[in-house]
């Protein structure tokens, strides 16, 4: 286990560089001078040289990135060209709000995801595995900001059930939080429930018709006992991995559903970054998304050792 | 062996048991008034080609099998009917009077459970253990089926066992609540020869120790002779003979039976010289039982009779009954 966990974190690490040199590279790839976006209506060339000198954005490219990695290790990761705040103290204040959003919609999908496809597995060929099949189609094929905005209009306009728009931080009203955030969270969580929907269903019908499942009938355990300790458990090996690599997928689905819901998150920081060039900000934003990618798999992987055994073991041999 | 008659009243009573499926291409049947019993302490062996109804004969008992089947008959433990009787009713019997064991020892057990989970759950389902209660009686259920250190085998999962321990685990968490009949479903099939004989010898200690009555479903004839005390003979869903395991060896009275002991090599049967023979043709498959005898289009002394007429069950000596209109003589062995 220790030296499956060592080769793992070995690998995460080594993608973290590579991510992080891509990140620098690649953004200064693209089309589009900050310095002009920056300068504003005052475009003379005195201006614009200031600006580069100011931000450093004259110096060899080299040196640039050598002194990006070593602020970065220092969780320095400049000042916003845009706004001229510190770019960690915006991300303390933007993160929260998405890592809550992504935990809440993660949980709620999970929920619905494995529940909804335990039943369908459980009641194949009859009215509810149809229920399911066609939930999950319109979760996959509704995209989130069509689904989002139908909410606001129903849930929040018309009803006033919930706010439209707006956050409150967790620890100033745990109440107010919440309410603000369910709504963006099963919007956000539409289309991974739908995923975890078909992946239980289909994992599900592969372990219902496994001999140990057989035996565990022919043991006398309630189906139940059956249906859960038996052929839920194997299920989710499957359904874990899966969940994993779309767990990418929710980042992005967050800069969506926090714009649509006016939340300020991680991905309103990205776009208004984005619009303005924003360097830092951006190079930020980017190196934190591949970090937290990188991180959520490896927790995966553990998460995965765990639930299978023989995965635990086989590390231990090798 | 000493049971080789039937003396004392049956455990379980099988009569008129017939099973048909639901299938998209129709009805097929499976099993076809089959009757069969099992007295206490007894090891009855029932043999057979793949597909002739021998498994599904098995799992009908304790209502295992999928929703598409369609089972009439009877079948009685102790009295009481299995067929058809209520889903609660039959988990009380299943794990406690009548247990299973499969031919898979790998597929057949959990892969993310230790082996003592899988066994402790059926103490603790039919006998209201505690969970360390179940664990402690499962280590003593790992010695009694002659698996060494059982103590830290306990917490073992099934990959971490070889195919023969794995066999003995089944047969740990089969007899944990001391049933009443044991059902060994191709207990050998999946294992090495030499791993084989050890896993017959748990059964027949467990049936002189215990008074397990076991039912063994095999298609290999040198397990039958190895532990059965009688046997029943089956083709395409039908009984075809039933005898005392020493008699059906000695005196086969079905054309199938000898079919299939020419089939199996037999030390001193072929002396080394002749080959072993096959029965021509294929086990049919049947969507309806006919009135005629199912393997009428197989055997060698078929007549028009075997044809338009299916032969009932009739006895041909103490305990030695056969379905066959021209049964096989003395003087054709």
């Given at each position: 286990m220790a030296r499956y966990l060592l080769t793992r974190a070995w690998h995460s690490a080594l993608t973290l560089v590579l991510a992080s040199v891509v990140v620098f590279l690649g953004i200064r790839a693209l089309p589009g001078d900050p310095a002009l976006a920056l300068a504003g209506e005052d475009r003379t060339p005195e201006a614009l040289a200031a600006i580069r000198k100011e931000y450093g954005l004259d110096r060899p490219v080299t040196v640039q990135f050598g002194q990006y990695v070593e602020r970065a290790v220092q969780g320095d990761f400049g000042h916003s060209i845009r706004t001229g705040l510190p770019v960690s103290d915006m991300l303390r204040t933007a993160l929260p709000v998405t890592i809550e959003l992504s935990v809440l919609a993660i949980l709620i999908a999970a929920a619905l995801g494995v529940g909804a496809g335990v039943v369908a597995a459980v009641r194949r060929g009859r009215p509810a595995e149809w229920a399911a099949n066609a939930l999950a189609l319109i979760g996959l094929s509704v995209p989130h900001f069509w689904l989002g905005l139908l909410a606001i209009l129903y849930l929040s306009v018309a009803t006033g059930l919930f706010p439209a728009s707006g956050f409150v931080p967790f620890f100033d009203d745990p109440v107010g939080n919440l309410h603000h955030l369910i709504l963006p969270a099963v919007i956000l969580g539409t289309g991974l429930a739908a995923i975890i929907m078909r992946q239980t269903r289909s994992a599900m019908l592969d372990s219902l018709s496994a001999d140990y499942v057989r035996t565990a009938k022919a043991k006398g355990l309630s189906p139940r006992a059956v249906i859960g300790r038996h052929a839920l458990r194997n299920s989710l090996i499957v359904v874990t991995t899966i969940v994993g690599l779309q767990l990418g997928g929710l980042i992005s689905g967050a800069v969506v559903t926090e714009q649509i819901f006016g939340l300020p998150g991680f991905g309103k920081m990205t776009i208004d970054a984005v619009f303005q060039r924003d360097y830092p900000v951006i190079q930020a934003v980017v190196l934190l998304t591949a970090t937290a990618y990188i991180v959520i798999n490896f927790l995966v992987d553990l998460l995965y050792s765990l639930i299978d055994p023989r995965i635990r073991v086989a590390g231990d041999a090798a | 062996?000493?049971?080789?008659?039937?003396?004392?009243?049956?455990?379980?009573?099988?009569?008129?048991?017939?099973?048909?499926?639901?299938?998209?291409?129709?009805?097929?049947?499976?099993?076809?008034?089959?009757?069969?019993?099992?007295?206490?302490?007894?090891?009855?062996?029932?043999?057979?080609?793949?597909?002739?109804?021998?498994?599904?004969?098995?799992?009908?008992?304790?209502?295992?099998?999928?929703?598409?089947?369609?089972?009439?008959?009877?079948?009685?433990?102790?009295?009481?009917?299995?067929?058809?009787?209520?889903?609660?009713?039959?988990?009380?019997?299943?794990?406690?009077?009548?247990?299973?064991?499969?031919?898979?020892?790998?597929?057949?057990?959990?892969?993310?459970?230790?082996?003592?989970?899988?066994?402790?759950?059926?103490?603790?389902?039919?006998?209201?253990?505690?969970?360390?209660?179940?664990?402690?009686?499962?280590?003593?259920?790992?010695?009694?089926?002659?698996?060494?250190?059982?103590?830290?085998?306990?917490?073992?999962?099934?990959?971490?066992?070889?195919?023969?321990?794995?066999?003995?685990?089944?047969?740990?968490?089969?007899?944990?609540?001391?049933?009443?009949?044991?059902?060994?479903?191709?207990?050998?099939?999946?294992?090495?020869?030499?791993?084989?004989?050890?896993?017959?010898?748990?059964?027949?200690?467990?049936?002189?120790?215990?008074?397990?009555?076991?039912?063994?479903?095999?298609?290999?004839?040198?397990?039958?002779?190895?532990?059965?005390?009688?046997?029943?003979?089956?083709?395409?869903?039908?009984?075809?003979?039933?005898?005392?395991?020493?008699?059906?060896?000695?005196?086969?009275?079905?054309?199938?039976?000898?079919?299939?002991?020419?089939?199996?090599?037999?030390?001193?049967?072929?002396?080394?010289?002749?080959?072993?023979?096959?029965?021509?043709?294929?086990?049919?498959?049947?969507?309806?039982?006919?009135?005629?005898?199912?393997?009428?289009?197989?055997?060698?002394?078929?007549?028009?009779?075997?044809?338009?007429?299916?032969?009932?069950?009739?006895?041909?000596?103490?305990?030695?009954?056969?379905?066959?209109?021209h049964p096989v003589q003395e003087a054709d062995r």
């Open positions: - | 062996m000493t049971t080789a008659t039937r003396t004392t009243t049956a455990i379980l009573e099988v009569a008129d048991l017939s099973v048909s499926f639901e299938t998209e291409s129709g009805k097929v049947s499976a099993v076809d008034h089959v009757s069969l019993d099992l007295a206490a302490g007894e090891i009855v062996g029932v043999v057979g080609e793949s597909g002739c109804g021998k498994s599904v004969t098995a799992m009908s008992l304790a209502g295992l099998l999928p929703r598409t089947a369609r089972v009439s008959g009877s079948a009685r433990l102790r009295g009481t009917e299995l067929i058809g009787a209520p889903e609660t009713e039959l988990r009380r019997v299943r794990g406690k009077e009548i247990a299973y064991i499969f031919q898979e020892p790998m597929t057949s057990l959990n892969p993310v459970l230790t082996v003592g989970r899988q066994i402790g759950e059926v103490l603790q389902v039919h006998e209201r253990l505690s969970r360390k209660q179940a664990r402690a009686r499962a280590v003593e259920l790992l010695a009694l089926v002659g698996i060494p250190s059982p103590a830290t085998r306990v917490d073992n999962y099934p990959h971490q066992l070889s195919g023969g321990m794995r066999q003995r685990v089944m047969i740990a968490m089969a007899v944990a609540c001391n049933p009443t009949v044991l059902v060994a479903d191709e207990p050998t099939t999946a294992l090495d020869v030499t791993v084989q004989a050890g896993i017959l010898e748990v059964l027949r200690d467990l049936r002189d120790r215990l008074g397990t009555s076991i039912l063994v479903i095999t298609h290999d004839l040198g397990v039958i002779a190895d532990i059965a005390d009688r046997v029943v003979v089956m083709y395409a869903g039908r009984v075809v003979e039933r005898a005392p395991v020493h008699e059906l060896f000695a005196r086969p009275h079905h054309h199938y039976t000898t079919g299939l002991l020419n089939a199996s090599p037999t030390p001193g049967r072929h002396a080394g010289t002749e080959r072993l023979q096959e029965i021509p043709g294929l086990v049919p498959v049947l969507t309806t039982q006919p009135d005629a005898c199912t393997f009428a289009d197989r055997c060698p002394a078929a007549s028009d009779r075997c044809r338009g007429e299916a032969p009932p069950l009739g006895t041909l000596g103490p305990a030695h009954l056969v379905a066959c209109w």
